[in-house]
């Protein structure tokens, strides 16, 4: 896929802003899951209505962060091989 001038697009990679959202909720997601899972009182269950919280709400995230990278990596951002000409003024929509 090289274009006319012979250079290559290239993806996006590490600077695809989802993956870096994906990276800090996945960090959150972590977190809340290991605050449930191991370090929920009773008494912090009952204030949620029985509902262990943290536990569904880092599940979520999880889910939401996996959904991010699958995102990311089916439908990636093709950078361009040459930038745009920046002294070209931008076409005027009339």
Known sequence: MATESGARPRKAGAFDIRLIIALLIGVYGVILTVMGLWFTSDAER?????????????????????????WARVRPLV???EPEDADTPPAKVE
């Open 79 to 81: 950078v361009p091989a």
């Open 46 to 70: 009952e204030k949620a209505a029985g509902v262990n919280i943290n536990l569904w709400a880092g599940l979520g995230m999880l889910v939401v962060s996996a959904a991010f990278i699958i």
